[in-house]
């Protein structure tokens, strides 16, 4: 039988360097204090008006009607800009909308379908860049709902010929407090916008986001396409755009959208971001490790952001020692005052993402949501990382497999927009 004094060793082994961990998330929170905070306020006076194309890629998503209606409004010369809806529904009457919807605006939006999803939203963004006729692509998932004034601030950085990523801020969320998956989901993608996309932005890391943003058509193509062998096609042309020696821009002006309101979609998300990004970084692990123009500031932050989540699987392996240590120990002994003092000062050691957090939510001016984010990472979080240790692993060891049960990786997270939207019979 194994001793209580292995158990003991091995959840000390893993304790260290999550304990490490935590200490990075404050470290990324005192960070994002310190770097130059920028305000969205209005929109700047433009040199110039680039051309730019708007493509909205959707799947069966009868709420991108929304999205190409607020287009439809931006403060922008209208000859200046066009709107690609790139649809791959396989519900007809859901591509009739969208089509119908292009009718209505000759010249301003264009209707393509595909009759298969091959490649997935990188394969239609592929398949549809011949079509492009801007300088500039913004791209936005069907449920975003950009502002009037999104194209002047995205714009204004491009002046720059070396930028070819601009990316905006994710800090509104229309569903964001309809239930605690929701609320867990919104404050994931706000410790992001808030606390890392500043940091990124001041060393010159800053990643595409797949939505929200804007990237050089020019750039795009030279550093090879979307790649549609990646279920990250955002993280994985970030990577090749910054190691071709391109600048990416962060503005924090926001464009609310929606977040996943169940449990099994809000998993299946993150799992999907998970091995995404993981496999990013073994498929170019060198150009991010020693090659190319990268500084060491940005080769520290662009592993965070593709490998980070290895701390999934340690945190697993600590919980299973430290219970199976205290289970052949004597679990039922009385606690004294040194036990309790030892609790408190474990729980401290690990409480980073807790403190990344709160400065996330202060820097929000939502302070008041503290209580629903300790409870929603204190529950959801636990599952999550029983989530995502199951995406490295497979990223890792079985990339030839399906993440899920099916023939793909990809999986189109549903929109609550939707059933709004949805076409009559």
């Known amino acids: 039988m194994v001793s209580n004094d292995f158990f003991l060793l091995l959840y000390k082994a893993f304790l260290i360097p999550v304990c490490l961990g935590s200490a990075v998330f404050v470290l990324l929170a005192l960070l994002s204090l310190l770097v130059d905070r920028f305000q969205g306020g209005r929109a700047p006076e433009l040199k110039d008006y680039p051309f730019i194309t708007i493509e909205v890629p959707c799947y069966n998503d009868p709420v991108a009607v929304r999205c190409v209606e607020a287009c439809l409004n931006f403060n922008y010369p209208q000859e200046r800009y066009d709107i690609m809806i790139l649809d791959d529904s396989t519900d007809k009457g859901t591509a009739r909308l969208l089509e119908d919807l292009a009718h209505r605006h000759p010249g301003r939006v264009r209707f393509f379908h595909r009759e298969n999803r091959s490649g997935y939203k990188p394969g239609a963004l592929k398949a549809w860049m011949s079509h492009v006729r801007g300088e500039l692509v913004v791209i936005f998932d069907a449920d975003f709902l950009p502002h009037r004034d999104f194209l002047r601030h995205i714009v204004q950085p491009f002046e720059d010929p070396q930028v070819a990523i601009v990316q905006g801020r994710q800090g509104s969320f229309l569903n964001g407090r309809q239930n605690l998956v929701t609320r867990f989901a919104s404050y994931l993608l706000s410790l992001q916008h808030f606390v890392l996309m500043p940091i990124n932005h001041r060393w010159n890391a800053v ?219």
Not at 252 to 281: H, I, Y
Not at 334 to 358: A, H, R, W, Y
């Open 207 to 425: 990643f595409f986001c797949g939505t929200g943003g804007a990237l050089r058509r020019r750039a795009i193509e030279e550093v090879g396409g979307w790649n549609t062998n990646s279920i990250t096609e955002d993280s994985d042309l970030s990577v090749r755009l910054l190691a071709k020696g391109y600048k990416g821009v962060y503005v924090p002006f926001d464009t609310p959208s929606e977040v996943p309101v169940t449990l099994r979609a809000f998993l299946k998300q993150q799992m999907r971001w998970c091995f995404g990004n993981t496999r990013v970084f073994f498929d170019h692990a060198r150009h991010i490790l020693w090659r190319g123009p990268l500084t060491l500031a940005q080769r520290i932050l662009i592993c965070f952001m593709t490998i980070g989540s290895l701390m999934s699987p340690l945190v697993i392996f600590m919980t299973i020692a430290g219970f199976l240590a205290w289970i052949t120990g004597d679990p039922f002994r009385s606690f004294g005052i040194e036990n309790i003092k030892d609790i408190i000062f474990k729980v401290f050691l690990t409480s980073g993402f807790f403190i990344m957090g709160f400065v996330m939510l202060k820097k929000r001016g939502d302070i008041a949501e503290f209580p629903h984010f300790l409870v929603s990472a204190s529950f959801l979080g636990f599952v999550l990382t029983f989530a995502l240790s199951t995406a490295v692993y497979r990223a890792a060891f079985r990339k030839d497999k399906p993440l899920f049960a099916q023939k793909t990786s990809w999986i189109c997270t549903p929109k609550s927009g939707n059933g709004q939207f949805a076409p009559s019979d």
